[in-house]
């Protein structure tokens, strides 16, 4: 009866053992016949896609460096190293504009390259969702709504940034490895950041020759090809009027 039950035993045992090996062998013919069509198999590396970026690209708008992988992209407000100190973007780390001003982009970037080499766009914003332009409205609830519009557009109103029609940027050196020194970082806020105050400010000593020739490097380069610049800060451009913005295309959400 032990000895019997024993047999029993053993007669399982080898069935597993040889089942497994089948199974194995059968992995492995599997893994042979994959090799074996190894050359026709085309292996497509698709970007992950979030969806703010796939809602602009629903409207239209396209993701810059697609057209000029030479353009550097650090949008600020997808990091906290921004006057609110929050990542208010997430997701969006690509910049994306309408089409024609994100081709008015690759045109400046261009003109910069052939005079100074070494020289590319970093860009710092472009388009940015009106929830986004919420959002910094309302993490300035402390200063009172007339005062906040020195420091963001009022989301009632929406800015040129939120058509896709806008962007922030400054130059950086390739050899130097950094951003040219402008006299102030990004979204300074004050006289200092003031194209319209820079030859009052140069006479004070408040900012140097350099730092205002540096501004003028982007600034050739971004109204060669179109772009109006403001009053107020230095790093931002329009391609078009806000009336042609709001006439052409609809606000990114
Ligand atoms: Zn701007």
Not at 120 to 140: E, F, I, K, S
Not at 171 to 177: E, R
Not at 212 to 231: C, D, H, K, P, Y
């Amino acid at each position: 009866m032990i000895l019997s039950h024993r047999i029993f035993l053993l007669h399982i045992l080898l069935l597993g053992v040889w089942s497994c090996q089948t199974e194995k062998a059968d992995q492995s013919k599997k893994i042979d016949s994959i090799l074996s069509k190894k050359d026709s198999v085309i292996i497509i590396e698709q970007p992950i896609i979030s969806e703010v970026e796939q809602r602009m690209i629903e409207q239209g708008l396209v993701d810059i460096q697609s057209l000029d992988s030479t353009i550097m992209v650090d949008l600020k407000y997808s990091t906290t190293d921004n006057f609110v100190k929050t990542d208010v973007y997430g997701d969006l780390t690509l910049a994306y504009m309408q089409v024609k001003p994100a081709q008015m982009l690759v045109k400046a970037n261009k003109v910069l390259q052939e005079k100074y080499p070494n020289y590319r766009l970093l860009v710092y914003d472009a388009a940015r969702p009106l929830n986004v332009q919420h959002t910094l409205w309302n993490l300035l609830d402390s200063i009172p709504p007339q005062k906040r519009e020195d420091f963001v557009a009022n989301p009632t109103i929406a800015s040129i940034h939120n058509f896709g029609s806008a962007v922030d940027l400054t130059v950086y050196d390739l050899i130097n490895k950094k951003p040219l020194d402008m006299g102030t970082i990004f979204d300074f806020f004050g006289d200092l950041a003031y194209p319209r105050l820079e030859n009052e400010m140069l006479k004070e000593g408040k900012l140097s020759e350099e730092q205002v020739a540096n501004r003028i490097v982007l600034r050739e380069a971004m109204t060669s090809v179109g772009f109006m610049q403001i009053e107020t800060e230095w790093w931002h451009f329009n391609a078009i009027s806000r009336v042609r913005a709001k006439s052409l295309y609809r606000i990114v959400e």
